[in-house]
Nanobody, 128 residues
Framework: QVQLVESGGGLVQAGGSLRLSCAAS????????MGWFRQAPGKERYFVGA????????YYEDSVKGRFTISRDNAKNTVYLQMNSLKSEDTAAYYC?????????????????????WGQGTQVTVSS
């Protein structure tokens, strides 16, 4: 059974940093692109960024460009989200998700319905 498990969330002051991890199991990890989404209370789940199966291509939502970085270690079946210069509006539950290589496109990676597997989420709270 495929599992994606996020970790690394917590409470941080504005301007601080956090690194989220997402560890995959029972998944041919190197054949999947990985995405990060976030969801604030009462709001929809929004795309944050994604990384291709090789790690060679990344996309980010405009509000996090220059602050967030996605990377992956296929040997460890893990994808990371490095978040710097955090703002109060970054407060949300963060989810990682796996997208099949065949669905990878700049358009589809932004759609939550394109992803096959999801983690349970980790909470990030940024205090101002």
């Amino acid at each position: 059974q495929v599992q994606l498990v996020e970790s690394g969330g917590g409470l941080v002051q504005a301007g601080g940093s956090l690194r989220l991890s997402c560890a995959a199991s029972a998944l041919t990890f190197s054949r999947y692109g990985m995405g990060w989404f976030r969801q604030a209370p009462g709001k929809e789940r929004y795309f944050v960024g994604a990384i291709s199966w090789s790690g060679g291509i990344t996309y980010y939502e405009d509000s996090v460009k220059g602050r967030f970085t996605i990377s992956r270690d296929n040997a460890k079946n893990t994808v990371y989200l490095q978040m710097n210069s955090l703002k109060s509006e970054d407060t949300a539950a963060y989810y990682c998700a796996a997208i099949e290589a065949a669905r990878w496109s700049p358009y589809l990676i932004r759609k939550s319905t394109s992803y096959t597997y999801w983690g349970q989420g980790t909470q990030v709270t940024v205090s101002s």
